[in-house]
């Protein structure tokens, strides 16, 4: 046996916690430092790094970790409080996105009209159309401001911008199979009604799984709560669904680990403990594996010109689009100008789920890997320029009520 595996799992762990602390010490995401380890250690940069299928898989687990947790944290009261006008704000802060960042991606590279290209162009769209609610989170506890109406309404609907956003891809993910790339890239009607259909499936059983798994852990919750047993029983439950959803349907395993993690966030007397083991255990190995080799897949000496243009209009099209598609539609709902800003501003900043959503992409061969570094530009400036531009408009502007 090579035990090769061990010493790269060694430096990954050790490369993104350094990345991560110095990223913290000048107030920027964690996530930017584990990117900056997998791009400087990896084939771009030294050169220490390389892609196994060890990590790969690893890296796996950890996207469907990140995204349970995603699930589990889900504050089901908060989407109740605010209702229409935190729904009607994600779903604009979904499709402008999807629409302008698609957009300039087909009208870079794509130009002819087909559907296997619009359906790439989508899938870039769908990256930009999630939002990281940690980072404005942050930003506006950090001010005082998170208690407010306005604080309520843009944790709502980013909440909201994410289930949204993961219904999309797993829409796109199954279209994907039905839509041929030679010739004209012609759409296979049957064979897509039949992708639909597994995706309404899909749904439906995520519903019937819920009443049963939901019942299942409340009981064991009251014996166990706060037993190792339900975390791993969590676990085996997230990889399960994940499994369902990638094997039976068709759907993102993503996807499944997300409504793995929706369905226990109701289970409130164990939800908080199994939040907590799964975030040390993620954090510990996979998590870091997952954006390390996110970071070693982007190849920055493969950026041209047209490549280097593209990121610069991508990184202004993800901050506009949310800016308009969710302050816009903020101030349509009957909120305050100012308040609006603010919700639109806080809803530009992408991630996590932003990079996984480009993961897919790519092997799903939807996005061009070649591109990936522009994408990943545009997230890291993204999650810079929202705390910046929220600070700065919170303070000028009148009290958030």
Not at 101 to 125: D, H, I, P, W
Not at 258 to 272: D, E, H, P, T
Not at 374 to 379: E, G, N, Q, T, Y
């Amino acid at each position: 046996m090579d035990y090769t595996f061990l010493l790269l799992l060694a430096i990954i762990l050790v490369s993104t916690k350094a990345f991560g602390v110095v990223s913290e010490k000048v107030h920027l995401p964690q996530v930017v430092g584990a990117l900056l380890a997998g791009i400087v250690m990896g084939p771009t940069g030294l050169g220490v790094l390389e892609s196994t299928d060890f990590l790969v898989k690893t890296a796996e687990i950890g996207v469907i970790m990140l995204m349970f947790t995603a699930g589990i944290d889900t504050e089901i009261e908060e989407l109740k409080k605010t209702g229409v006008k935190a729904f009607v704000i994600a779903c604009f802060g979904v499709i402008v996105p999807l629409l302008l960042c698609g957009g300039l991606y087909f009208v870079f590279f794509l130009k002819e009209f087909t559907m296997y290209n619009l359906l790439r162009a989508a899938f870039v769209g769908s990256v930009f159309s999630a939002t990281s609610v940690g980072i404005t989170v942050e930003t506006m506890n950090e001010m005082g401001k998170m208690k407010t109406s306005t604080g309520t309404t843009l944790l709502s609907a980013a909440l909201i911008d994410d289930i949204i956003g993961i219904i999309v891809l797993s829409v796109l993910t199954g279209l994907s199979g039905g839509i041929s790339a030679d010739g004209a890239g012609e759409i296979e009607l049957g064979q897509v009604g039949i992708v639909l259909i597994k995706i309404a499936a899909f749904f439906v059983f995520v519903l019937a799984v819920a009443f049963f798994a939901k019942k299942f852990f409340e009981k064991i919750s009251e014996k166990h709560w706060h037993s190792r047993r339900i975390a791993v029983w969590a676990l085996a439950f997230a990889l399960v669904m994940s499994y369902c959803a990638e094997e039976f349907f068709g759907v993102a395993d993503i996807t499944g680990a997300y409504f793995a993690g929706l369905i226990l966030c109701n289970v409130s007397k164990s939800r908080q403990f199994v939040a907590k083991k799964f975030t040390v255990t993620s954090y510990m190995v996979f998590t870091p594996v997952f954006f390390a080799s996110v970071g070693m897949k982007t190849d920055l000496t493969t950026m041209n010109s047209q490549i280097l243009i593209f990121a610069l209009c991508l990184i202004i099209a993800a901050i506009i689009s949310k800016i308009i598609g969710c302050g816009g539609s903020a101030k349509l709902v009957g909120i305050a100008k100012h308040p609006a800003l603010v919700i639109g501003i806080g809803m530009v900043a992408r991630s996590e789920v932003a990079l996984m959503v480009a993961q897919k992409g790519i092997a799903a061969g939807m996005i061009d890997s070649a591109i990936l570094p522009a994408i990943v530009l545009s997230v890291v400036a993204s999650a810079l320029a929202t705390p910046i531009m929220l600070k700065s408009v919170v303070n000028k502007g009148p009290e958030l009520e």
